[in-house]
T-cell receptor, first 114, second 113 residues
Framework: AQSVTQLDSQVPVFEEAPVELRCNYS??????LFWYVQYPNQGLQLLLK??????LVKGINGFEAEFNKSQTSFHLRKPSVHISDTAEYFC????????????FGQGTILTVHP | EPEVTQTPSHQVTQMGQEVILRCVPISNHLYFYWYRQILGQKVEFLVS????????KSEIFDDQFSVERPDGSNFTLKIRSTKLEDSAMYFCASLGTANTEAFFGQGTRLTVV
């Protein structure tokens, strides 16, 4: 079984500031890692994913994440946020045998202030 | 761009009533999923469906729940006798054989009164 912990439920930040949203996971098997974003009144949209290879992955809208196996973390970063990045962000893992059966963290609400 | 669509966006039902949530997955996808998110809680996996049968289900997915692909395009989640605690946002997702991530619909907010 897998579990995911997002360490911050809410992150307020000013526009153009950097941001890091933290995610830790536990699993007895190898996993794939994902970050999804949910804008108000919309569905879950994939930001980025780690399947294998380079531990630094880049996604849409200038986001990136780094997989750290020893620390079982997959933190999401953006060097300069925009007002439009205000949304809820979900970290998720799936077992290495399936891309679709996801275990989600509780979500982090990112609020970007002008 | 292809997308997963869910209807209705919001449904209110009385406790004890049957409800059917509908999803149209992306057309060439073969793997289908339902998730739910109770307000303030995590998004939780309910069930996966492949080749016209359930491939995996969670503890939440008890006898009150069922899924069906009644035709070549729709994927439905039925709750036979709704309870207050079934109130949640329900997400449908689909995955193609060439994909490495699931695509989610915008969700159906179910309110049981």
């Amino acid at each position: 079984a897998q579990s995911v912990t997002q360490l911050d439920s809410q992150v307020p930040v000013f526009e153009e500031a950097p941001v890091e949203l933290r995610c830790n996971y536990s699993s007895s098997v190898s996993v794939y890692l994902f970050w999804y974003v949910q804008y108000p009144n919309q569905g879950l949209q994939l930001l980025l994913k780690y399947l294998s290879g380079s531990t630094l992955v880049k996604g849409i809208n200038g986001f990136e994440a780094e997989f750290n196996k020893s620390q079982t973390s997959f933190h999401l970063r953006k060097p300069s946020v925009h007002i439009s990045d205000t949304a809820e962000y979900f970290c998720a893992v799936s077992p290495g045998t399936s891309y679709g059966k996801l275990t989600f963290g509780q979500g982090t609400i990112l609020t970007v202030h002008p | 761009e292809p997308e997963v669509t869910q209807t209705p966006s919001h449904q209110v039902t009385q406790m004890g009533q049957e409800v059917i949530l509908r999803c149209v997955p992306i057309s060439n996808h073969l793997y289908f999923y339902w998730y739910r998110q109770i307000l303030g809680q995590k998004v939780e996996f309910l069930v996966s469906f492949y080749n016209n049968e359930i491939s995996e289900k969670s503890e939440i997915f008890d006898d009150q729940f069922s899924v069906e692909r009644p035709d070549g395009s729709n994927f439905t989640l039925k709750i036979r006798s709704t309870k207050l605690e079934d109130s949640a946002m329900y997400f449908c997702a689909s995955l193609g054989t060439a994909n490495t991530e699931a695509f989610f619909g915008q969700g159906t907010r179910l309110t049981v009164v």
